[in-house]
C-alpha cells in the first residue's frame, strides 16, 4: 500500500488515545474508476448490440420494399396500417400483431 499525497484520510486511529487520521490508498480510486469504465464500457456494448439490432431490421425493411412486401403485415398478412409505418419504418407487423392479437398462421413472422 502507497501512503502519501495521492491519499486521503478517513476516519482515526492512535494507540495513545491521541485521534490520528487513516490513510487511504490511491488504489481505492483506481478500483473505483476502473469499475466506472466497466459500466461504461457494459452500456456501450449494450447500445452497439442495441444498434446492430435496428440496422438488421431496417435492412429487413428494405429487402421487403424491394420485393413489394413492405406494408404487408408478415404475421397476417394485412396492410401495414401507415401511422404504424411513419412511426417505426422498419416494423413487420400491423399494430395488431405487433400487441400479440394475432398468432403466426403457418408463418414464422421473419421478414
Known amino acids: ?8 484520510s478517513v ?11 487513516l490513510p487511504i490508498c490511491a488504489m481505492s480510486a483506481d478500483f473505483a474508476e476502473q469499475v466506472t469504465q466497466r459500466e461504461h464500457d457494459d452500456v ?5 448490440s442495441s444498434a446492430q439490432a ?15 412486401r413492405y ?12 401511422e404504424r409505418l ?10 395488431t400483431c405487433a400487441e400479440g392479437g394475432r398468432r403466426a398462421a403457418g408463418r414464422d413472422g421473419r421478414g
Open 44 to 48: 456501450l456494448g449494450a447500445i452497439s
Open 71 to 82: 406494408t404487408t403485415c408478415a404475421v397476417c398478412g394485412e396492410d401495414i396500417e401507415p
Open 11 to 21: 476516519g482515526t486511529s492512535c494507540a495513545s488515545g491521541r485521534a490520528k487520521p
Open 86 to 95: 411513419a412511426a417505426v419504418p422498419y416494423t413487420d407487423r400491423c399494430r
Open 54 to 68: 435496428e440496422l438488421q431490421q431496417v435492412e429487413a425493411a428494405l429487402r421487403r420494399l424491394a420485393s413489394g
Open 1 to 8: 500500500m502507497r501512503y502519501g499525497s495521492d491519499c486521503s
